[in-house]
């Protein structure tokens, strides 16, 4: 009984963090890592207006 | 003043400010002669133009701070100091005209990446990009222009995404619109013929894939540890069989695309490197990891363990994030050098001053177009310009390896890359300074010593004899367990599945990247990383003299001999501009000229190596040089029609003083008759003795010069034994002793500058060219130091060697870790738990060993001050 539960239960959790992994993809691929140096500087130089 | 720069939109604000301007400029020239530009940042040579009370170099920076001033976009010079880029040269009608195939319709198809009609985009790299006030004002083109609906910037590409609204401005305006800011975009002509854009389907997917492959790797790394945890922690056989293979096969489910997707580099690498009958450092990895998932599989359907799946994963996620590291810095790396102020190389140009033209040293970074430039014999020619000088020959062997010196004639267009032979050609600048070309140039494969650099040498035998080792103690642990065959294959796949070369693999090139950055940092630039290693192996070091060990822009110049008229003098001006000799260029930068030197003809000119040079000035015939090269020449050549006997006297007197002259020498004799010579005091650097003495334990110390030997007693000083100094060396003589040491044995350094010592310096095992003043860039020497870092030499070879231990350290830490590895291996006593513990942690051991470690010995040696 205990294995079937924990069987169940891994199941659940690997599908769960299988969407966070889509999401990493999905990030990658809408181009959120291609740079990461722009934004940092970006955050700084912009102005109040 | 004229004000005829293409503005896409003329507001008329900016038209009704340009006139009122004009009055305002006159009554500034005079002012401000040291000032630096509000816009550019540049020191206002001669005449500089005024508004608000702000300082510019020309009209185009002038005209930018307008443009942006009428557009409340001022913030970009209160960003970062210096932040505009330089406009030099005020772009023409004919110039804009350059654009008119943007207007063509299959080159807008090629550059626009999106367009329906009411929306385009596109991407141009701006090599101009260089700091924060840059990013900032190319995001705020929409206000410069209502057609721009926004721009987004990739400052490390140097790259700008600009949408736009084709209706209300066209892709040429665009361009036109960034180019009158000072940003023009590159264009390159197989950028707009091949593919939309090269730079989009060059580096970015490469990156995007690598990050994919990490994610993928890391995902299944972090998941099948969970699975592997039970039976690490129950230990085997107390898990309930059933859940033991249901941990299996999810982790076989995870670890699949790690092996088909993540880890695909390694196959395809060594699988191309075997298809040559060679064994690269890929292939024991392949071999590895490989073995790995085979027999974790193999266990998990036996049952036997639930497999080494976590180590297969966790090894692959490592190497790939070493990698996409090495990438981030070498990208960095790259930033760096393509950014133009990166080298410490000058060029001259002729300016308009109050007082008459005249000829100034800018860096070359400041050049930009529609410059007055001065390149004289043998100096490279920094940017594409049309000649001014009548007629002159250009050598392309560097672009082209044609080695024949081609003849152009006024007017005819020069490219970059070209070296002036004979006299100094005057040419005008029509395109920016590309340092990018110029750094391609030196990466040039003709430049390269070796076929393949040192590092790959090394890193290509020893992945060859570790693969060779590996498979070969697979054997014997074979052997050893075979009547038991089930243990044999256990005992040779684990010897298979634990070695690993990550010493190879990560810690040279990580040692490497950052020795090249931090001494980037110090003001010496290597060519590439196996410059480091190269440099670890020097113990000869020779140095030229004049120019290298003396400071030629602080010597000290006399005149002795008659007195010269004012003609004359003009003469012997116009005629030492075209020397690149340091010693006649001292001379140069002490004599006064009234007139435009540029007005004079010369022609016939001709310099001799170390000797000296002859031309004819308006006809008057020149001769500059030792007193063995002016007095024989008169002795010969005006012996018989020179009946009287004070010129011969003269002429013999000279020949036979020309062995004991006191402090460097260059005599002048004009239409044959001598005039008198010109004594330079060579000004030594600073630091030199105690550089010496730091370089003496270690070194050999020549000195080869092509000057005369009257430095000889304070030289003696420096070198100790006079068998380790040579004087009156030409060019050859230096290329041939430097040979001559190589052939004893001696693995030598030479030190030089770019020009007269190129050959040495090619010839040498490690060619640093010191930078100084002027565009002595040679693409023969392997490293560029700035001249007033020459005192540090010792300190930066004493970096390099410390660099090198420190690879070979992280070697010996690889080597420990793979003894235990190796031992468990063979005994058959390899589990899962110590793979998983031993694998990932040798790695990260290494990686994180050879980074803080290069890093604090740079600080400790104070190398690097401010780097992190």
């Given amino acids: 009984m205990a294995t079937e539960m924990v069987m169940i239960l891994v199941g659940f959790s690997t599908a769960f963090a299988l969407t966070f992994l889509a999401a990493f993809i999905w990030a990658v691929k809408s181009g959120q890592f291609k740079d990461s140096t722009t934004p940092a500087m970006r955050m700084l130089v912009d102005d109040k207006e | ?868």
Avoid at chain 2, 414 to 423: D, E, S
């Fill in chain 2, 1 to 868: 003043m004229n004000m005829d720069i293409p503005i896409p939109k003329p507001t008329d604000a900016v038209l009704h400010l340009q006139d009122s301007q004009n009055n305002d400029v006159r009554a500034a020239e005079q002012t401000h002669l040291n000032t630096h530009c509000h816009h550019c940042g540049e020191a206002c040579a001669g005449a500089s133009i005024t508004t608000d009370d702000k300082v510019f170099c020309c009209e185009g920076c002038k005209f930018v701070y307008e443009l942006l001033r009428d557009n409340n976009l001022c913030t970009y010079y209160d960003i970062s100091a210096q932040s505009g880029v330089s406009f030099k040269g005020i772009v023409s009608d004919k110039r804009r005209s350059r654009f008119d195939y943007l207007d063509d319709v299959r080159t807008r198809e090629r550059l626009l990446e999106f367009s329906n009609g009411t929306v385009a985009k596109t991407t141009f790299h701006l090599p101009q990009i260089h700091c924060s006030s840059c990013l900032w004002l190319l995001e705020k083109l929409h206000k410069l222009n209502d057609g721009v609906i926004s721009s987004r910037v990739d400052f490390m590409h140097k790259e700008v995404s600009i949408t736009f609204n084709p209706h209300q401005i066209s892709l040429r305006e665009v361009v036109e619109l960034l180019t009158t800011i000072g940003y023009e975009p590159e264009l390159h002509q197989q950028n707009v013929s091949d593919a939309p854009d090269k730079t989009l389907n060059g580096s970015q997917p490469n990156t995007t894939s690598l990050y994919l492959k990490i994610g993928i790797a890391g995902f299944a790394f972090g998941n099948t540890m969970v699975f592997s945890f039970p039976e690490y922690l129950s230990g085997v056989g107390e898990l309930d069989p059933r859940l033991r293979m249901f941990f299996g096969m999810m982790s076989i489910a995870l670890a699949l695309p790690v092996l088909l997707y993540s880890a695909s580099g390694y196959f395809q690498s060594s699988w191309q490197s075997l298809k040559q009958r060679h064994i690269n450092l890929d292939v024991p990895i392949a071999i590895g990891i490989l073995t790995l998932f085979l027999r974790s599989a193999f266990e998990i359907a036996n049952g036997t363990t639930s497999g080494y799946l976590d180590s297969f994963t966790g090894l692959v996620f490592l190497l790939l994030c070493g990698k996409l590291f090495q990438q981030k810095t070498f990208d960095a790396i790259a930033f760096d050098r393509d950014y133009k102020s990166y080298f410490p190389i000058a060029v001259s140009v002729l300016r308009k001053t109050a007082s008459g033209i005249q000829e100034t040293t800018i860096p070359l970074s400041a050049l930009g177009v529609g410059e007055h430039m001065i390149i004289r014999n043998n100096e490279l020619i920094p940017a594409d310009s049309v000649l001014e000088s009548a007629v002159g020959h250009v050598d392309y062997s560097f672009v082209t390896g044609e080695s024949a010196p081609v003849e152009v004639l006024s007017g005819n267009l020069i490219y970059a890359g070209g070296r002036v032979m004979g006299a100094a050609l005057e040419m005008t600048s029509v395109k920016d300074v590309s340092q990018s070309y110029l750094t391609s140039l030196w990466n040039n494969e003709a430049f390269q010593k070796q076929p393949k650099s040192a590092l790959e040498q090394v890193s290509d035998t020893f992945g060859a004899y570790f693969t060779v080792f590996v498979l070969a103690l697979a054997g014997v642990a074979f052997l050893a367990w075979l009547p038991n065959v089930g243990a044999a294959v256990n005992a040779a796949t684990a010897v298979l599945v634990i070695a690993c070369p990550c010493a190879m693999t990560l810690a040279a090139p990580f040692a490497l990247g950052w020795a090249l950055k931090i001494f980037g940092t110090a003001g010496f630039y290597l060519k590439n990383t196996s410059t480091v290693l190269e440099l670890t192996r020097i113990n000869a070091i020779v140095f030229d003299k004049t120019g290298t060990l003396t400071n030629a822009r602080t010597n000290r110049v006399q005149y002795n001999g008659q007195g010269m008229k004012p003609h004359e003098q003009e003469y012997l001006a116009a005629a030492l501009r075209h020397s690149t000799h340091p010693l006649t260029r001292s001379i140069a930068a002490v004599m006064h000229y009234a007139a435009a030197p540029s007005l004079l003809t010369i022609s016939d000119y001709e310099e001799i190596p170390s000797r000296g040079f002859q031309c004819r000035v308006e006809g008057h015939s020149m001769r500059v040089g030792s007193a063995e090269f002016v007095g024989s020449a008169m002795l010969q050549s005006r012996i018989s029609s020179f009946k009287t006997a004070p010129h011969r006297l003269q002429a013999e007197r000279l020949l036979s003083q020309s062995q004991h002259a006191q402090g460097a020498q260059v005599h002048i004799a004009i239409d044959g008759s001598y005039k008198g010579h010109f004594t330079i005091n060579a000004e030594y650097r600073s630091g030199l003795r105690a550089l010496f003495e730091k370089l003496r334990p270690k070194h050999n110390l020549y000195l080869l010069s092509g000057d005369n030997d009257a430095e000889h007693e304070t030289l003696s000083d420096l070198f100790t034994d006079d068998r380790a100094m040579a004087f009156f060396q030409t060019p050859q003589d230096k290329l041939d002793c430097v040979r001559a040491l190589q052939e004893s044995g001696l693995s030598v350094a030479m030190v030089g500058d770019g020009l007269n010592d190129a050959g040495a310096l090619r010839q040498s095992n490690v060619g640093i060219a010191l930078a100084e003043e002027r565009g002595t860039f040679s693409p023969a020497c392997d490293a560029v130091m700035a001249a007033d870092k020459l005192g540090r030499l010792s300190d930066f070879i004493g970096f390099a060697v410390y660099t090198r231990r420190v690879i070979i350290a992280a070697f010996w830490i690889s080597v420990f870790y793979n003894i235990i590895g190796l031992t468990c291996a063979v005994m058959g006593l390899l589990s899962p738990l110590v793979s998983a513990i031993l694998m990932p942690l040798s790695n990260a051991t290494v990686i994180g060993f050879t980074t803080s470690a290069t890093i604090l010995g740079a600080k400790l040696r104070k190398i690097s001050h401010s780097e992190n």
